[in-house]
Each structure stands twice: as structure tokens, then as C-alpha cells.
């Protein structure tokens, strides 16, 4: 009986190794760091990868012919010793229910202007005005990408009673999604939304996407949410829009450099809520993405079709 090498460049418990043992007796799983990885590399039929894995390791891994990433976003994987083979690449969308509400949090934290009552209460200060809120119900949110985790922000926002207007590759129907446009219709979606979501996969044609223009299209009384990838939006024009009040704030969990210096002007915003890269972590990620793995694993194992393949040309 031949073995099946798997070696996994993420963080997992041993409960989700013995998991992945279950699938199949031919299956050796070993967890390694970028070094022992690199050294175990040429026995590796399938890698499980978190944020990228090391190009060496895929070089001297001759018999790889599966990558699985543990998260919804490749661009970190599309790399030349990767493109230039048969290797597979698929992803763990459909796992990131925490985004999808790391996305609704901060539109009502902005909505019922929770953010600033933390910072009268912390100063020991009642402003009643300051603190007065809106309603999601009857305003427009816009998706820059209506991939799983767009598809589910609509399901969510619809239930709050928003109207969602979204932009994909092609313009064709999403459910819970009032108007779908091609990209061809991103000033639509800036000009009518009250609220901006960024969900798109990083990739040539989304890279600066969201500039100058874009934020000059946005209502005034707009909000800016960013869960996709920090360099689809060019930082320094959301910096001006935000010191020259072109838009009401932004809820930013990606960034063109991370971690975000210091002394980015960011941080001084007080109409800017800022996460640290962590709206798709939750206790309970691995306990999802595993299954999906294993799920996989058993269609590799058959023959059958993967979920969630990438198109390595597409970057998504």
C-alpha cells in the first residue's frame, strides 16, 4: 500500500491531525515549520499551507501535486514555481462566517455611532449628540466582490432590511443581491452605496483598484470597509478622503504593509476602526477548515473533482 505524504505548513492540534489520519490508512500527516518542511519536501504528495508556503519547499517537492490553503485568499500562492506546474490549488471559502460578521459589527458599531459613545465614555463625557445613531434598515450597501463571503454579507445585510448592490466579474444574478454589475459598473456601486465593502480576491486587475476616483465618487456620508486585501485600495488616497471628510469613516482589517506602522496616519482617525488582519479568526476556524480538508482529501483519493479549485490564471 502506497503512503500518501501530507505535510502541513499551518497550525493545527493534534485532534485535527488524527482527523485527517481517519481518511485513509495510506495517509502519513506531519506538521512542519518552514525548515523541517523544506527538508521533508521531496516525499509531499498533498501540502495543507496557512499564509504562503515556501517556494523552496514546493521546488524540492517533486511529487506534489495538491495544494490546500487553510484560508479564502491565494495571492500569496501564486507563485512561478507553483504557476509553472500541475499542481492543484484550492482554498477554504465557504468556512468564513466570522468575516461576514466582523462586516455587519462594524456597520452597526458606525450606524448606532458606538465608536464614538467608547471614546466619551472612556473621557468621562455624555454627548447625546455625538452619540445619536441611524438605522441599517433602508440603506444601501455596496460589495466589491460577491464571491462565498460576499453572497453571505448580502444574506446578512438583506435580513437587516439593506438594500445590496454588488459588482462581480460578470453581471449575472446572486440571490439576496438587488443589482449585480460587471466591473465595468464600479462608480454605480460607489455613487449609491452608504456603505463600501471591499471582498475581493487580490489579483492584477483588483491591485489599486479603489483610489482617488473611487473616493471621490463615494457619498460624503459613506463608510469604507475593507476585508479583502490592503493593496486592492491605495492607501495614501483613503488617507486624503478621510483628512478631507469626502467620506464618514472606514473599517479597515487589511492594509498595504502589515503590521501597520506605527505612525501611519491612520491611527489618528478618530471616524476609523482598525483590526489587526483578524476578521476571518475564529476559536472555531480550524474545527471548520479541517473537515473541508478531509472532504477534500477523500475526493482526491477517489478521483473525483476537488471543491474550490483556483484559477491559477484568475488568482481566485
Not at 471614546?119 to 452619540?131: E, H, I, T
Amino acid at each position: 500500500m502506497e503512503e500518501i505524504n501530507i505535510l502541513v505548513f499551518s497550525h493545527v492540534e493534534e485532534r485535527h491531525l488524527a482527523r485527517i489520519r481517519e481518511v485513509d490508512p495510506r495517509v502519513r500527516v506531519t506538521a512542519v515549520d518552514r525548515q523541517r518542511g523544506i527538508e521533508l519536501a521531496p516525499s509531499a504528495e498533498i501540502m495543507v499551507v496557512g499564509w504562503n508556503v515556501p517556494e523552496d519547499a514546493v521546488r524540492r517537492a517533486t511529487k506534489l501535486r495538491w495544494i490546500q490553503s487553510v484560508g479564502a485568499g491565494v495571492d500569496s500562492l501564486i507563485v512561478p514555481e507553483i504557476m509553472s506546474r500541475e499542481i492543484v490549488l484550492t482554498t477554504s471559502s465557504g468556512i468564513h462566517q466570522s468575516v461576514v460578521e466582523h462586516v455587519i459589527a462594524v456597520m452597526l458599531v458606525f450606524t448606532r455611532r458606538l465608536h464614538l459613545a467608547l471614546r466619551d465614555q472612556l473621557r468621562r463625557k455624555w454627548d447625546r449628540s455625538r452619540a445619536s445613531g441611524e438605522e441599517l434598515l433602508g440603506k444601501t450597501l455596496g460589495i466589491l466582490g460577491l464571491g462565498t463571503i460576499g453572497a453571505e454579507i448580502a444574506q446578512k445585510a438583506h435580513a437587516f432590511g439593506m438594500r445590496v448592490i454588488g459588482m462581480r466579474r460578470t453581471a449575472a444574478p446572486v440571490p439576496d443581491v438587488d443589482q449585480v454589475v460587471g466591473a465595468d459598473g464600479l462608480r454605480t456601486i460607489l455613487r449609491e452605496s452608504d456603505a463600501v465593502v471591499v471582498a475581493l480576491p487580490l489579483t492584477p486587475q483588483t491591485r489599486g483598484l479603489v483610489g482617488e476616483d473611487a473616493f471621490r465618487t463615494m457619498k460624503p456620508s459613506a463608510l469604507f470597509i475593507n476585508v479583502g486585501r490592503g493593496p486592492i485600495v491605495q492607501e495614501q488616497a483613503l488617507i486624503s478622503a478621510l483628512r478631507e471628510g469626502r467620506i464618514a469613516g472606514a473599517a479597515l482589517d487589511v492594509f498595504e504593509r502589515e503590521p501597520l506602522p506605527a505612525d501611519s496616519p491612520l491611527y489618528g482617525f478618530e471616524n476609523v476602526i482598525i483590526t489587526p488582519h483578524v476578521s476571518g479568526t475564529s476559536p472555531a476556524y480550524m474545527d471548520r477548515a479541517v473537515p473541508l480538508f478531509c472532504e477534500n482529501l477523500q475526493r482526491y483519493l477517489r478521483g473525483e473533482t476537488l471543491r474550490n479549485i483556483v484559477d491559477k490564471e484568475l488568482g481566485y
